[in-house]
Each structure stands twice: as structure tokens, then as C-alpha cells.
């Protein structure tokens, strides 16, 4: 179901897709997912660069019935409970310098020190000494950045929150596609300011940023196939110098559609494939190029006309 979890058939069709050569962007398209869905699940179970469909299978599968031994929401044997909820505190000050709100900090990192990794929203509350209220929204927060899950709490009904062995990966994989979706904003908003611009131009330097920056976080790598056809568009664009449809760009270079969109979303998604020239969208499906704003300045550009 889409918007769902990952069903092992979509795993399988994954694999096969990036056997041949299409585009995460592609894959989330029919598979009517998010394409940092794709993303994520692709880093997290590939071995020196090939994804293993069936061995994603079985981790998802085991962290689904995972379920944590309760363990006794206190500070460790030995460690006084004011110490404890003073590096809590600490520790979350330190988390909320670099952007967690103060709350979703505390929240963390209590769980964080628990022996467990787990906690309830009743141990967090009297650990922290917050309403539950704060707790819920808290949670909320952390859950939405994907770094805790809920899990069962054995011989009880309530929840327990955890932080799982994979919490890592999934808030560095979340970082990633922020990145990329801000260099993709950043495109939109050049193609709307217009390249020449001062906006544009700020614009232009802050999407090849943070484009770079997803990349090497990600280090994703395009395929060969991709990059190839992505310069193949580009060319096309330049030597039509006019916009062109998605159906012209077919039919002139004779690829397959799905080709072609992979080629247009790789190079949205990574503006740097293009550089030094920038692809815009002038209207839905139709597409041209001019040269990235920050590669002349505007007495350059004067000078040229």
C-alpha cells in the first residue's frame, strides 16, 4: 500500500529497477513512495554498493517482532539520581545549541541513558518531571525526525519508546534528504527569481551547496546510465536552444519516457551534473536551460551581448 511499509515484492522490484540502471527517483514514482524512502532503504541495506532485497527483508522483519525486556526507568547502579538528571540536562542543552528543541533534547537523551534504551511515557514524565502533555509533543517530534520508535511494553498495554540500534543511520539518512529538498527549493526558487537576479544568484550558490552537501553525506553515487543520458538531455537542450517537452526530448533522442524523466529528476536532484549550466522548468513537462548565475557576473554578462 502506498505510503505504507516496504512489502518484500517491493524490495525485489527495487533490485531489479537498480539493475537496470533507473533512478531513485524513478522507483519511488511506481512504487508511489517518497524517494527518500527509497533512498534511505537502499544505504541502509547495501553491501560494498548492491542491494540485497532479501536480506532487508529479514532485518525489517526481526525489527518488527523486536521487542525490548522492560527495564526499570532509574539511573544506573551506583550513580546518583541528581548527577544523572544534571548530564541529562547538560547533554540536552548541547542538543538544543544546534537546533533540537529544548524538550524533544531532554526526551532524547533520557532514553538515551536509560539501560534499556527505552523508557514509557509514565517513566518519562516522572523522570523528567514534565506533563505528559510535553512528553507527548515531544515524542511527536523525535518520531517525525525518525529517531525514536515505539515498541510494546512487555506484561503491560502502555508503549515504550526506544532508541534503536539503527537511530544513527536513520537521523543521518534524514538530514540527507533535507539537504537534497532544500537544493531542490533553492532550484524552484532560481527558475522563479530568475537565474540573473541577486535572488537568483544567492539562491543558484545555496541549492549547489547543500546539493553537494546531500551527496556527500548520502554517498550516493549516480549510475552510469543516468549521468549518461542526464548530459544527453542537457545536449539536446543546448542544441535545440528552446524549450523542450518531456514527449520532444523522446522522441528527438529516441530513449524510453522513463529514461528520460529519471535523466530530468537526476539533474534536478543533483544541479552540479549540470554545471556550469542550470536546468529550469518554464512551464509542467517542459524544459530548457541557461547558465548558472554565479559562473558570470553581470559586467560579464554585459559584455557578451
Same mark, same amino acid.
Given at each position: ?16 529497477? $537498480? ?62 539520581? !541528581? ?30 541513558? &536509560?539501560?534499556?534504551? &527505552? ?49 544513527? $543511520? ?15 527549493? *533553492? ?9 540573473? &537576479?541577486? *535572488? ?15 551527496? !556527500? ?13 542526464? $548530459? ?36 534536478? !536532484? ?33 559584455? $557578451?551581448?
Amino acid at each position: 500500500m502506498p505510503g505504507g511499509r516496504l512489502t518484500h515484492q517491493d524490495r525485489r522490484r527495487i533490485a531489479t529497477w $537498480l539493475a537496470e540502471g533507473l533512478g531513485y527517483a524513478e522507483i519511488a514514482r511506481r512504487l508511489g513512495r517518497p524517494t527518500s524512502t527509497i533512498s534511505r532503504e537502499v544505504a541502509r541495506n547495501s553491501t560494498f554498493g548492491d542491494y540485497l532485497p532479501d536480506r532487508a527483508q529479514q532485518v525489517a522483519v526481526q525489527r518488527a517482532r523486536r521487542a525490548r525486556p522492560a527495564q526499570a526507568a532509574e539511573p544506573p547502579e551506583g550513580l546518583p539520581a !541528581e548527577a544523572a538528571r544534571g548530564f541529562v540536562d547538560q547533554f540536552a542543552a548541547l542538543l538544543a545549541a544546534i537546533g533540537l528543541p529544548r524538550m524533544a533534547a531532554r526526551v532524547f537523551v533520557c532514553l538515551l541513558t &536509560s539501560d534499556g534504551g &527505552s523508557l514509557t511515557a509514565a517513566e518519562l514524565v516522572r523522570l523528567l518531571q514534565v506533563s505528559p502533555a510535553s512528553v507527548s509533543k515531544a515524542i511527536g517530534y523525535l518520531e517525525a525526525m525518525d529517531l525514536v520508535g515505539r515498541g510494546p511494553d512487555p506484561g503491560g498495554r502502555r508503549e515504550r519508546y526506544v532508541i534503536d540500534d539503527d537511530t544513527w $543511520l536513520r537521523a543521518w539518512r534524514t538530514d540527507t534528504g533535507a539537504h537534497a529538498e532544500l537544493a531542490r527549493a *533553492a532550484q524552484r526558487g532560481v527558475a522563479l527569481f530568475g537565474a540573473g &537576479s541577486p *535572488a537568483g544568484t544567492r539562491l543558484g550558490q545555496m541549492g549547489q551547496f547543500f546539493d553537494w552537501l546531500s551527496g !556527500e553525506m548520502s554517498g550516493s553515487r549516480l549510475t552510469d546510465t543516468v549521468r549518461g543520458d542526464a $548530459l544527453t538531455v542537457l545536449a539536446a537542450l543546448v542544441h535545440a536552444a528552446r524549450p523542450l517537452t518531456v514527449d520532444e526530448l523522446v522522441r528527438a533522442l529516441g530513449l524510453p519516457a522513463d529514461r528520460v524523466a529519471d535523466a530530468l529528476a537526476a539533474i534536478e !536532484e543533483h544541479p552540479v551534473i549540470a554545471d556550469p549550466l542550470t536546468l529550469l522548468r518554464t512551464e509542467p513537462g517542459t524544459y530548457t536551460v541557461t547558465t548558472r548565475s554565479d559562473r558570470l557576473s553581470p559586467a560579464q554578462r554585459a559584455a $557578451l551581448v
